[in-house]
């Protein structure tokens, strides 16, 4: 079992940035597939990033450009560098940690971009 705690989620201006955190109980680089997702009140939760654990990563299209997904095996973390943040970004947002026969989710970490 994984256990995932996100954090650095918080109160942003639109064009603002944020970064995301979310540390893993146990060695990610054996696991093939981490991501974030989010999720908006009355809405599903979506895709926001994936990152294999070759290095390949997968962008939703309304993110391409304004976010970057990396993840550092040694701290056992997987982050979501957020810029140029929009009031659509508003959500809470989770860390997925993923194999072929199991899947992880974190508690969650709500982002809030207003003026």
């Known amino acids: 079992q994984v256990q995932l705690v996100e954090s650095g989620g918080g109160l942003v201006q639109p064009g603002g940035s944020l970064r995301l955190s979310c540390v893993a109980s146990?060695?990610?680089?054996?696991?093939?597939?981490m991501g974030w997702y989010r999720q908006a009140p009355g809405e599903e939760r979506d895709l926001v990033a994936l990152?294999?654990?070759?290095?390949?990563?997968t962008y939703a299209d309304s993110v391409k450009g304004r976010f970057t997904i990396s993840r550092d095996n040694a701290k056992n973390t997987v982050y979501l560098q957020m810029s140029s943040q929009k009031p659509e970004d508003t959500a809470v947002y989770y860390c997925?940690?993923?194999?072929?026969?199991?899947?992880?989710w974190g508690q969650g970490t709500q982002v809030i971009v207003s003026s």
């Open positions: 997925d940690a993923r194999g072929r026969t199991y899947g992880y």
């Open positions: 146990k060695n990610i680089s054996n696991i093939p597939r």
């Open positions: 990152i294999t654990n070759t290095g390949t990563t």
